[in-house]
């Protein structure tokens, strides 16, 4: 891998599961070895408003927080979040956002986020395997089987 | 290697260091500490307030034993009383006080920087950068503690709190000694007599800890331009580090008392040295105060958190307006929260609202518009007596006081004892919102749910009975949302009557009801 450094912007609404999205993203990262930091708040901005979150990962790693115009990526978690969160997007940087999957074809409506994630995997130098362990290492036994289905409605397999 | 929050680094290396206890009350962006230090095994609680937090950390400190108190950045302005004279008797074990600074006011009332709390108690301080170094940091602070016998304070921000970074724990302390009342009145009973050599004691402990820190204290410096030098702390060090990777810089770990010749010296070594921190002047003022010729950053800069784009702006000395970030969707409390029925009353009755600090604070916003004061922990009940004081009777009629159950337990109880002792000649109405938790922070135990930081049953302050105990002639408990209307019909009563009322609005914060219920339940099992 490049010593270049990937910036992920995770962005959405309170109660959505933007941080348990970007605890997968920062999981994956760390278990490959690689530098990484990941940013968020919590408090009041957790209800019901505004929510993101930032994971950057690469040999070395300086501000946890994603400069604006150098994002890689921005996964909105709702529609109305990627004008909000825009900025952060270098040129030519990949937007991902609800559209990206078929929300009926989710067994449990509420792991879109997870299903997101399978989308950016599709762009990301990390292995099927890697994302399966990493989801369930985060979310607990009983939300496995649904978000790993989420999972691989996003990457498409 | 671990990947951790900078709140579960000072945790894990609390724990590592076999601390005794840990107190304090929660707050953003402090709350996972104590939470995270109970989870590996420590003994934590939750204390009524950060002044309570602190006093008993100290006596777990005069003991010989190791405490952590941990506080948002407007709580050590609670605990500010008791941490003035320790500082003056020092401490037997180690007390470390944590101050998590909210710059940006991500989830706070203001951006006050707690670094100058360090230089006005005369207690020394550590700043870590990331999680690592909050690790690492905690270990130390607590040495530093043991070695001066002094407190000592770890001030970290949000962006430290709250980001994870990888993390290895490969330092360890000896642990702790045994706890032992040793008697030493002349250090700890601050009589005048007592306290005036110990504050010259003080004085001379700062003055070893300064050129300690000068030579082997934890900082840092980073080779590499020889015309630009960079002095820094805490998280504008990522920053800068980033936005100047030219940059020689100086970064400071230790910064109070400061390493005055370290800055010194590297400053000397190039033509522009620029101070880059976030918040307050407080490195740039303290620098050209002893002479160094340092450049701070322009004012607009203090205000809000330092990032990598307005680190570039400094270091460039553009002073050009800053892009508005585009405003997302504003918080709001939750579909079928009780406060909701609270303040659709409240503002159906038009009253005039001192308000107070959590969840309910929303009640300012639309479509409720019900909030008219919001100052610090507690203020609703003293303002809203001193609005019955000041205004006209027909103005004064409509003033209520509204304050949640944790926020009540951390300082409004004093406020209440105040509403008895002076009460103002229209009566006054206080409107206690229990909703069975501290919602705002995270669902947290208190006094009045009867449990403790980890769930387990306790002692329970029942705030009717504390009311009625008082001498408040009308106290009521009525759930606000089952029946709006006979709420609002109450409130109303109350207001009309010229007399001391207490109104306990009783219903469990719907995110936390089912773990409350599950706590319930485990209690009575084991009681059984």
Known sequence: MSSKVTNIVIGGLGGQGVLTCSEIVADVAFNAALDV??????GMSQRGGSVSSDVRYGAQVFSPMVPPGEGDFLVATAADQVPVNAAVLRQGGTIIDPSHVDESKLRNKKSLNVALLGVLSRHLPFSEQEWLAAIRRILPEALH???VQAFYIGRGA | MLFLSGDEAVATAAFDAGVKLGTGYPGTPSTEILEWFENLGGKAQWSPNEKVALEVGIGVAYAGGRAIVTMKHVGLNVAADPLFTVAYTGVSGALLIVSADDPGMASSQNEQDNRRYAVAAAIPMLEPADSQEAYDFTLRAIE????????VLLRITTRVCHSKTVVRCDRSLPQPRAAEFVRDVRSRVMIPAFARPAHHNLREKLRQMAAWNDSDGPNQITEGSASLGIITSGISYQHVREAAPQASVLKLGMTYPLPLELMRNFASRFERCLVIEEGDPYLVE??????????????????????????????????????????GKPPALCPGCGHR??????????????????????????????????????????????LRHALPPEQAKRVV???????????????????????PPTGHVLLILDNGTTAMTGMQEHAGTGRTLDHAKTGKVIFEDLARMLGVPNVHVIDPTVDTPKFEKLVKECLDKSELSVIVARRNCLLAARYIREYERCNEQQGN
């Open chain 2, 286 to 327: 303290a620098a050209l105060a002893a002479g160094i010729a340092v450049e701070g950053k322009p004012d607009m800069f203090r205000f809000g958190e330092l990032n990598v784009a307005r680190v570039r702006s400094i270091v460039a000395g553009d002073t050009s307006p800053e892009p508005k970030p585009v405003a």
């Open chain 1, 37 to 42: 930091k990941k940013s968020e708040l919590h």
């Open chain 2, 401 to 423: 006081s509204v304050i949640g159950d944790s926020t009540f337990v951390h300082s409004g109880i004093t406020g209440l004892v105040e509403m008895i002792y002076n009460p």
């Open chain 2, 341 to 386: 029925s609270v303040f659709a009353s409240l503002k159906n009755l038009d009253c005039i609202v001192a308000g107070d600090i959590g969840c309910y604070s929303l009640g300012v916003l639309p479509p409720f518009d019900a909030m008219d004061s919001v100052v610090c922990m507690g203020a609703s009940v003293g303002v809203g007596l001193g």
């Open chain 1, 145 to 147: 089987e649904a978000n």
């Open chain 2, 144 to 151: 530093i503690s043991e070695r001066w016998q002094v407190p």
